[in-house]
């Protein structure tokens, strides 16, 4: 029998490359630190039991022939079974890989539909080429528009979906109660929180999103954002700059 396989957009496999938490990724890497760094969510067999690693499994989409090939030997090779393609928010490093999955695995992306018009190329040209690809009509359509209150079911877990705008107009968390995990995009970092000078951020609403959303999560919730290492809930309570 196949395992399912599902894929969340979000983490940065190179966090020295990161845009808001790069120089602080670089200082924990130098200090020994962990930072995420793989690519893979993996569900165990559906309807029986198994014990789903939800920390270790990430995966943000693939943009290289190198991680392409990477992620189809993986899934081969444990002859996984791909279900879902779950996106916290549709900046084009967040879902440049969508027709990758779609050709390869189909299935398309899952999202808020508020962010439809970036995921269709608004305010391509502040990314550059590989975003202006977005506007060309390339990228699949929407599996299925996700909104708050949303569940995800896999094996004996479940995702929720938590609707956290600011950084885009569309973000959304995924939130596992049973791993005390939130996989959060770019909405919170570690001592940080997204950008909203790209179109469609609203600080205000980012903030609103944190402390509303995310901050009443138990304190001891590993937050597993799509840049840097990951942090708590609870230190990010008491020490992020950026939240009052």
Not at 61 to 84: F, G, P
Request: a negative charge.
């Amino acid at each position: 029998m196949k395992k399912n396989v599902y894929f969340i957009s979000g983490i940065d496999t190179d966090a020295g490359k990161s845009y808001a938490t790069g120089y602080l990724a670089r200082e924990l890497n130098r200090k020994g630190q962990r930072t995420i760094t793989q690519k893979f969510i993996q569900t165990g067999n559906t309807g029986h039991s198994e014990d789903i690693d939800l920390h270790r499994r990430i995966m943000d989409i693939a943009l290289t022939d190198d991680d392409r090939r990477r992620i189809t030997d993986y899934i081969e090779d444990r002859r996984l079974q791909v279900r879902h393609h779950l996106c916290t928010h549709m900046h084009y490093d967040h879902c440049f890989g969508a027709a990758f999955m779609w050709e390869t695995f189909h299935v398309g992306p899952e999202f808020n539909r508020a962010d439809e018009p970036i995921y269709k190329g608004m305010g391509a040209e502040i990314f550059g080429p590989l975003a202006q690809v977005m506007k060309e009509g390339l990228t699949p359509a929407a599996a299925r528009y996700l909104t708050e209150g949303d569940d995800i079911s896999f094996g004996h877990h479940t995702l929720t979906v938590l609707s956290t705008p600011g950084h885009t107009p569309g973000g959304i968390c995924f939130y596992c109660a049973a791993k005390k995990a939130v996989f959060v995009g770019d909405t919170l970092f570690y001592c940080s929180v997204g950008r909203t000078d790209f179109p469609g951020g609203d600080s205000e609403a980012l903030c609103e999103s944190v402390r509303n959303k995310l901050f009443t999560l138990p304190e001891d919730t590993r937050v597993y954002p799509g840049h840097g290492p990951y942090t708590e809930i609870g230190f990010e309570k008491a020490h992020n700059p950026y939240i009052g």
